[in-house]
């Protein structure tokens, strides 16, 4: 919603300054259809040639990223770690054996199916199912477990924000490529040097909306797109975070409770639960494990 009133923002100010202070919009709307083919085909020529089809695909997935806000909401954190809540305390109190037939086939397991947007989620659950494996390997250095945890995160994380990064190069090199659209106007105006100062004015001020649509699209839109998609992105890895903690502190020793208790101090403040909230959401939460 904000993005949308900003953009709205962006161009009233933009060009409604440029009106009041008596700008002709004749000249940029003349300009326009040309300028924004060669500046606006040429950034995306460079993204294509750039980028894998992967990294193609998360930018346009991107754009719904930026105006939807961040995926998980403080419903999914209470369910996530009511769902490790119920993970951990099976182990512990049951045993391997029993946590076995959840983390092998989590798509059939009466556990995961209580959570289906935890079990939608294919990192989610591969990295709870991977990370509880390997803990009934009983390595001797926890450790182990934690570097391996890190690293998958890591891996996870920097994949997730090729996206941003395309966007913020594609950003980067707009006022560049305005720049060469700048130059072509002008290389037409010099080719038509003969003609009178009002046609050539116009030709000039046609080139130079090249160099502004640049500036303009790297600066007032493009950039901070790219800006609030690496920050949702940074804000949804909080969620995988969050495994990570209650996990660790489970592989610690530490009861389900204290385990979950710790995950829910990394959550961000936005979407924290309060310890009462929490509680009760575990209270509620089934404990069947069959």
Not at 97 to 122: M, N, R, W
Not at 235 to 242: L, N, P, R, V
């Amino acid at each position: 919603m904000f993005q949308i009133i900003g953009i709205v923002v962006l161009f009233a100010m933009v060009f409604g300054g440029y009106t009041i202070a008596g700008g002709k919009m004749g000249v940029i709307l003349h300009s326009l259809p040309y300028e924004m083919m060669m500046i606006g085909g040429a950034a995306i020529a460079a993204l294509l040639i750039s980028n894998a089809p992967s990294t193609l695909k998360g930018v346009a997935a991107g754009f719904g990223k930026v105006f939807a806000g961040p995926k998980w909401k403080k419903q999914d954190y209470k369910d996530l770690l009511s769902l490790l809540f119920q993970l951990t305390k099976t182990m512990k109190s049951k045993g391997v054996i029993a946590l076995e037939s959840h983390i092998e086939k989590p798509g059939e397991s009466t556990i995961f199916q209580k959570y289906p947007k935890v079990l939608k989620d294919h990192f989610a659950t591969d990295f709870i199912c991977d990370t509880l494996r390997m803990m009934t390997m009983n390595l001797e250095d926890p450790h182990q477990i934690e570097d391996a945890m890190e690293k998958q995160l890591e891996k996870h994380h920097h994949e997730a924000l090729a996206p941003a990064h395309a966007l913020q190069n594609m950003a980067d090199a707009l006022p560049a490529l305005g720049i060469v659209a700048a130059v072509l106007g002008v290389i037409k105006t010099m080719a038509a040097i003969t003609e009178p100062p009002e046609v050539l004015g116009g030709m000039i001020g046609g080139a130079l909306v090249g160099t502004f649509l640049g500036v303009f699209l790297a600066y007032g839109l493009v950039g901070p797109l790219a800006a609030r998609l690496k920050e949702i992105i940074d804000g949804d890895a909080a969620y995988y975070k969050i495994i990570q903690s209650v996990l660790v502190a489970h592989l610690h020793g530490n009861a389900a409770q204290i385990s979950v208790e710790i995950g829910r101090g990394d959550i961000p403040s936005t979407a924290q639960p309060s310890f009462a909230e929490m509680e009760e959401a575990l209270q509620n939460a089934p404990t069947d494990a069959g």
